[in-house]
């Protein structure tokens, strides 16, 4: 098991969102899915767990 933390800011909600998904693409490719996110802006959050919804993981 591996485990460790990615941190990074945004100037906009979109630029997030963009980020958030090219990450979790890119750690999907080497068998690493991300569990969980923290962030100040709670659209971000909203729009990153409706993404993830369906996904299989």
Known sequence: ???DD???SAK???EGIEEAV???ETL???YMHLQ???SNSE???KT???ASMGVNE
């Open 12 to 14: 906009s909600l979109e």
């Open 6 to 8: 990615y941190l990074s």
């Open 1 to 3: 098991m591996y485990v």
């Open 28 to 30: 999907a490719k080497g």
């Open 36 to 38: 969980g996110w923290i």
């Open 22 to 24: 090219a990450v979790k």
């Open 43 to 45: 659209a971000f959050l």
């Open 48 to 50: 990153v767990a409706a």
